[in-house]
């Protein structure tokens, strides 16, 4: 179990909830879809551009839905909702730097 998959359960545990993290966490780890993603958008970005930001908020939409079964009524509980809101929050300044990468690349931000 990693650091974070060990600290999201015992916040869990402290407010009276049972959740075990093997049941969200799958065997491919997400710094290798981060990367990869990051990877695309940068390119995108360093070449053009067009379309972009539209691209990485449906990406972060149909990452979000992708879970939609997390959501249902008798699993709805708060540690669900705060590990939804970290993944999206997590998205946002992800692609961000993705964004600023490819513009570095381009020699808009820094020439």
Not at 1 to 10: E, Y
Not at 12 to 19: L, P, S, Y
């Given at each position: ?10 916040a ?8 075990d ?41 149909v ?36 964004y600023?990468g ?10």
């Open positions: 179990m990693s650091f974070w998959q060990n600290a999201i359960k015992q869990a545990k402290q407010r009276g909830e049972e959740f993290p093997s049941e969200y966490f799958t065997d491919f780890p997400r710094r290798y879809g981060g990367i990869i993603e990051r990877t695309i958008f940068t390119v995108w970005t360093a070449f053009g551009g067009v379309g972009v930001f539209p691209a990485m908020i449906t990406w972060i939409i990452k979000s839905l992708t879970n939609w079964q997390v959501w249902t009524k008798d699993r709805n509980t708060k540690t669900l909702r705060s590990l939804f809101a970290v993944g999206v929050y997590g998205s946002l300044i992800s692609l961000f730097f993705a600023l490819g513009l570095v690349c381009r020699g808009i931000l820094w020439p």
